[in-house]
């Protein structure tokens, strides 16, 4: 009885681990993705055969603050109100830059 319930409970582990592995790959696709933008023109974006990113793109840069976000005037980074430390002159510093 004991081996019977064992050796499902390995197979689903096993697959667990794959799945896993698949999203850890994932993931580093991903990260490898965003620094390769960070470093490179914005050009080779538009190489996409997808043609569903641009749209992404330019959504994310038309929206640059949200409500309850600011724009920080040392990094430029958004920033959530609750990283606001500083205010001069209608210029906001993240809690990054003024820490
Ligand atoms: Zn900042």
Not at 81 to 88: F, G, I, P, W, Y
Not at 89 to 98: A, D
């Amino acid at each position: 009885m004991a081996s019977e319930s064992a050796a499902p409970v390995a197979m689903s582990e096993a697959e667990r681990a794959k799945e896993i592995a698949q999203l850890k790959a994932g993931k580093t696709a991903a990260m490898a993705n965003m620094v390769d933008e960070a470093e490179t023109p914005l050009a080779e974006e538009y190489v996409l055969p997808g043609g569903e990113a641009p749209q992404e793109e330019a959504s994310v840069e038309i929206l640059p603050e949200q409500a309850d976000e600011f724009t920080c005037a040392s990094c430029f980074m958004v920033r959530h109100r609750t990283q606001l430390v500083r205010e001069d002159n209608g210029q906001k510093f993240c809690s990054e830059c003024e820490g």
